[in-house]
């Protein structure tokens, strides 16, 4: 079911990326990390559905999402990016299969940190934090989403690394098997794993060689 939502709060987190509140649906219901597909309620656009993911929490008296835009890409993102209070967006219902299955490591690519916001809220409101850890792995600096709340929650359970750029605080380079086999100890316990297509196949496969269960690693299907 699609629900058209006046867009209440915008605000920038970085160069390319806004946060974008909305009004909330009377008994929508969504899981933290789950995702839903959004269009913009302009001429051109109704139809022109993305897929984004919940920042907010269930509980939260309105709807948010953290969203990246490409300005190379098509018009969607770039015209979110345009985006202003008083705007409107089509929003249909929630669907995913990211969720929080017990303790364990998160691993994030850029945008791909977006389910693990909404996770992460949800761990430090039940006081379940502790344990987990984040690795993030950005281009440059200035693209990490977030970097302060990160580093509040988790203090040295994250793991930040810059690919394109070498930064004071965070490590240089990707997240793969020498990065993982650095950082990480236990392979039973739980992995979570967002981020582009390539980037979720090379690690899942790390991970799996390096003795991680196969069923213990989550990942948008």
């Not at 993982?180 to 100890?185: D, I, Y």
Request: charged letters at 30%; hydrophobic letters at 35%; one cysteine or more.
């Amino acid at each position: 079911m699609a629900h058209k939502l006046t867009v209440t709060e915008v605000l920038s987190l970085t160069h390319d990326v806004k946060r974008i509140r909305t009004e909330k649906p009377k008994d929508y219901t969504f899981s933290p990390g789950q995702a839903t597909e959004v269009a913009l309620n302009k001429k051109g656009l109704t139809e022109e559905k993305r897929p984004f993911t919940f920042t907010s929490l269930p509980s939260d008296d309105y709807l948010e999402f953290v969203i990246k835009s490409y300005f190379d890409h098509d018009g969607v993102t770039k015209a979110i990016d345009e985006i202003k209070e008083g705007d409107e967006l089509i929003v249909d219902d929630a669907w995913g299969a990211i969720e929080y299955k017990g303790t364990g490591v998160f691993i994030a690519g850029g945008a791909g940190i977006t389910p693990f916001i909404s996770i992460f809220r949800d761990l430090e409101k039940q006081k379940e934090v502790d344990g987990n850890k984040l690795f993030f792995s950005n281009r440059t600096g200035k693209d990490v989403i977030m970097e302060p709340y990160w580093e509040e929650l988790l203090g040295d359970d994250f793991i930040s690394t810059i690919t394109h750029e070498k930064i004071e605080g965070h490590e240089n380079g990707m997240i793969n098997m020498e990065f993982l086999k650095k950082h990480v100890a236990d392979y039973s316990q739980h992995f979570y794993v967002c981020g582009p297509d390539q980037m979720v196949k090379d690690i899942s496969a790390s991970l799996k060689q390096l003795g991680a269960n196969p069923d213990g690693i989550v990942f948008e299907k």
